[in-house]
Every structure is written in structure tokens, then in C-alpha cells.
């Protein structure tokens, strides 16, 4: 087999060291001389391991992402004069029963020497900050809903059903009507007089939802759920201000994915921080999707197919995805809406929003390509490309519904 790197390391990483085996092949010989060393994981050593494979003159430096443990190392190496290259685990699996922190550095450096490795898409430092930003504004975000659901089930403890009338129970009318409960107010009827818009017209409901028995032990708890919900909200907000400052210049791109119906500004943050926008790592829509995990996988042997399901892709991007897609699933009157609707009726609702995530990963590629904002093509799109088809679709409805019908065209006697 070819040798494409004579000169390669690999590297076997954990949260203490490295184990870093360097493979040397010689110039008229067949076997490779392997030398194997460990490397301390602090900064000090880490920045003296790039000396030492500067010194050892390697063209290409491969190592696993193994957790978070591979940034430290990746991060210092990657302005050397060499190839790093980050590999998914799954691409780069040893033997199985042979398998050691020093065979798995050995087994990195024989792959990479060869050229049998796929280099994963490491963003650039600024798309970095802005990962690490939307990732942590995304995980607060989840830690408040939990918070809020908490919120909820002490009132259910106390027999306040305020859920089941106010939507939000943290919005403006839930939120006073939870902190005159904590400061000591339990008439209903007063309690119910503290509500706004909307909400008012729900009294009678309300009344009745906040008769319960709250107590001094639950005043204390919905205290500590609000004081932790504003703490959230705090985090979030400072968060939101930071990223406004690192997607300046990206704003262009944010412009262009928020135009799609159904995906709003956090989207088009956390997309933009995921693939970086820069579609040109992409040779095409179909390598996003399935770097996204949004696509079928291949399963294929002795000439039947087994499981096609979507192989692991970008979870954080898939989140999104996700949620876009499912706003979409609820949208009137767009393309996207009926694509789903479609796909659901012949394949399932699951199945369908995949499908969705796929074709939103599709226009957003397009569309950061070619720098042009998104065409609705009109929830009659497919009646427009099929209009035959569409009409006899709805008379065999109405067939299969038992009614006689006879079709004319407009304006026929």
C-alpha cells in the first residue's frame, strides 16, 4: 500500500497525557521504525510536543476526538508546519482484543502514513468562540425550562392548577400572581385581579385554579425556583449580547437563513456557528446533510439493504434543525408547511420531519452559495407543477367519500 506520509504521528489522547507514536519509514526499506512517547497533557509539555514533532520533521499529525480532551493538544498544533488532522473514533477503530493506549497512537500513525483517514471540520477561532457561545446560551435555555418545570410541580403540590389556564406561567400575569403568592396573598379573587390582558378574560378560571393549599413551605420553594429563573434569564441575556458581538460579521448570512419561514434569528445563530457558513467545506448539499446526520445511511450486503436509519451527525445542529422543522410542521400557507404534510401522509410524521431538516440544510446551502434570499414558492406549488394530478387526487377523494361527482371547466354551460 502506498505511503503518503513516510514521516507521520499519531496520537492516543486522555484527560493526563498522550501517548505520541512517531512512524518513520525509510527511504528503500519495507518496515517502519516506530517510536513511542508520553507527553503530559499541561501546557508546558503540550507546547514542548510540538518542538518534538517539529524536530522529527512529520508531515501529518493524526488524533482522535476523544471528548473535549483533544482541544488542548489540536489548538497548539494546528499553526505548525504540519498536517493535524482530527478523526472521528469510529472511522479510526482498532483491533478489537489488541486494543492499548500505545496500539491505538501506533494504529493512528500506520492509517494516517497511508492516507486512510477523513480529517473532520474543525471551524476556524472565531466560529469557535461563537460555537462555544450559542452551545452555552442553548444549554442555559434548557436548564430554565427545567427550571420552570420544577416551578410548576411545587405548585401542583400545592394544588394551584395556574398551568392549566395561563400558558407561560412565568409571563407577566404568572409571574405577579406567583410573587403575591410568595408574599403572602391567598384570596383567589385577589390573586385572579392581578392578571393582564388576555388573561383577564379568563377570571372565573382562574379564580377557581388558584384555590389550593399554598403554603409558607411552598412560598419558599417558588421563591427559590423565581430567583433562579431570573438568574437564568440574566445568563442568557449577557450571552445573547456576546454573540452579538462575535456574529458582526456574519450578519449577512444570518439575513439570508432567517428569511426561510419557520427558522428565526437563534436559529440562524446556532446554524451559522455549526457549519461556520462557509459553504465551500461542502462540496454540496448532500455532504452537509449527512455531516448534519439529517440523511439515510447506506447498509447495503450480499445485495439487500438492511437499516437505513440517519447515521450520528452534528447534534447541536440537528437541535435546531429540529425545532425549525416542527414550526414548520404547525406553519399555513408556506411550501415547507405542505412539503410536510405530504411526506407525512405516505411516511410518517418522523420520517417527514427529517425530510424537512434535509431540505432546510439543502436551501440554506444554496442560499449561502449563491447569496440569494429565499423564494417562497407558495403552498400551491405542487398543484401548480401537477395540476391534473391534483385535480384527479381530489375527485377520487370525493369518490372514496361516496359522492357521485362530474368535473367541468369554469365558466362551462
Known amino acids: 500500500m502506498e505511503?503518503?506520509?513516510?514521516?507521520?504521528?499519531?496520537?492516543?489522547?486522555?484527560?493526563?497525557?498522550?501517548?505520541?507514536?512517531?512512524?518513520?519509514?525509510?527511504?528503500?526499506?519495507?518496515?517502519?521504525?516506530?517510536?513511542?512517547?508520553?507527553?503530559?497533557?499541561?501546557?508546558?509539555?503540550?507546547?514542548?510536543?510540538?518542538?518534538?514533532?517539529?524536530?522529527?520533521?512529520?508531515?501529518?499529525?493524526?488524533?482522535?476526538?476523544?471528548?473535549?480532551y483533544w482541544k488542548p493538544f489540536y489548538y497548539v498544533l494546528e499553526d505548525a508546519p504540519f498536517e493535524v488532522m482530527l478523526v472521528n473514533a469510529k472511522d479510526a477503530k482498532n483491533v478489537?482484543?489488541?486494543?492499548?493506549?500505545?496500539?491505538?497512537?501506533?494504529?493512528?500513525?500506520?492509517?494516517?502514513?497511508?492516507?486512510?483517514?477523513r480529517a473532520s471540520f474543525v471551524p476556524p477561532e472565531p466560529v469557535r468562540r461563537l460555537r462555544d457561545l450559542t452551545r452555552t446560551r442553548t444549554a442555559v435555555a434548557r436548564e430554565r425550562v427545567r427550571e420552570v418545570q420544577r416551578l410548576e410541580k411545587v405548585l401542583e403540590d400545592a394544588g394551584i392548577k395556574l398551568s392549566l389556564v395561563a400558558s407561560d406561567i412565568t409571563g407577566t400575569s404568572g409571574r405577579?400572581?406567583?410573587?403575591?403568592?410568595?408574599?403572602?396573598?391567598?384570596?383567589?379573587a385577589v390573586l385572579a385581579d392581578l392578571s393582564v390582558k388576555s388573561l383577564r378574560e379568563k377570571i372565573p378560571q382562574l379564580?377557581?385554579?388558584?384555590?389550593?393549599?399554598?403554603?409558607?413551605h411552598h412560598a419558599f420553594l417558588v421563591a427559590t425556583h423565581l430567583r433562579l429563573i431570573d438568574q437564568h434569564d440574566a445568563a442568557i441575556a449577557s450571552i445573547t449580547g456576546r454573540i452579538e458581538e462575535l456574529m458582526e460579521p456574519f450578519l449577512p448570512?444570518?439575513?439570508?437563513?432567517?428569511?426561510?419561514?419557520?427558522?428565526?434569528?437563534?436559529?440562524a445563530d446556532v446554524i451559522i456557528a455549526e457549519t461556520g457558513a462557509d459553504m465551500t467545506r461542502f462540496p454540496s448539499p448532500g455532504h452537509l446533510a449527512s455531516w448534519a446526520?439529517?440523511?439515510?445511511?447506506?447498509?447495503?450486503?450480499?445485495?439487500?439493504?438492511?437499516?437505513?436509519?440517519?447515521?450520528?451527525?452534528?447534534?447541536?445542529?440537528?437541535?435546531?434543525?429540529?425545532a425549525s422543522a416542527l414550526c414548520i410542521a404547525r406553519s399555513k400557507g408556506t411550501f415547507l408547511g405542505v412539503k410536510y404534510r405530504r411526506l407525512a401522509r405516505s411516511r410518517g410524521k418522523q420520517k417527514a420531519l427529517v425530510a424537512i431538516e434535509r431540505?432546510?440544510?439543502?436551501?440554506?446551502?444554496?442560499?449561502?452559495?449563491?447569496?440569494?434570499?429565499?423564494?417562497?414558492?407558495?403552498?400551491?406549488?405542487?398543484?401548480?407543477?401537477?395540476?391534473?394530478?391534483?385535480?384527479?387526487?381530489?375527485?377520487?377523494r370525493l369518490r372514496d367519500l361516496g359522492y357521485h361527482v362530474t368535473i367541468a371547466p369554469r365558466g362551462a354551460a
Open 3 to 68: 505511503v503518503l506520509h513516510p514521516r507521520c504521528a499519531g496520537l492516543d489522547l486522555s484527560k493526563s497525557d498522550a501517548k505520541v507514536c512517531v512512524r518513520i519509514v525509510s527511504s528503500g526499506k519495507v518496515r517502519a521504525h516506530a517510536q513511542v512517547t508520553t507527553w503530559s497533557s499541561m501546557p508546558a509539555q503540550v507546547l514542548a510536543l510540538r518542538e518534538y514533532l517539529i524536530g522529527q520533521r512529520v508531515t501529518c499529525v493524526v488524533m482522535e476526538a476523544t471528548g473535549d
Open 96 to 117: 478489537p482484543g489488541r486494543k492499548t493506549d500505545v496500539s491505538d497512537a501506533a494504529w493512528l500513525a500506520q492509517l494516517g502514513a497511508h492516507g486512510l483517514l
Open 176 to 188: 405577579a400572581i406567583l410573587e403575591a403568592l410568595v408574599g403572602g396573598t391567598r384570596d383567589p
Open 207 to 216: 379564580t377557581a385554579a388558584l384555590a389550593g393549599r399554598f403554603t409558607e
Open 253 to 267: 448570512a444570518r439575513r439570508l437563513i432567517s428569511s426561510i419561514p419557520g427558522v428565526g434569528v437563534l436559529t
Open 293 to 322: 446526520g439529517v440523511c439515510p445511511g447506506h447498509n447495503e450486503s450480499a445485495g439487500r439493504t438492511h437499516s437505513t436509519r440517519a447515521r450520528p451527525g452534528n447534534r447541536h445542529l440537528k437541535g435546531a434543525l429540529g
Open 359 to 396: 431540505t432546510l440544510l439543502t436551501i440554506i446551502w444554496t442560499m449561502l452559495t449563491t447569496g440569494a434570499f429565499y423564494d417562497e414558492p407558495g403552498p400551491d406549488w405542487y398543484t401548480r407543477q401537477h395540476p391534473d394530478q391534483a385535480r384527479d387526487s381530489a375527485v377520487q
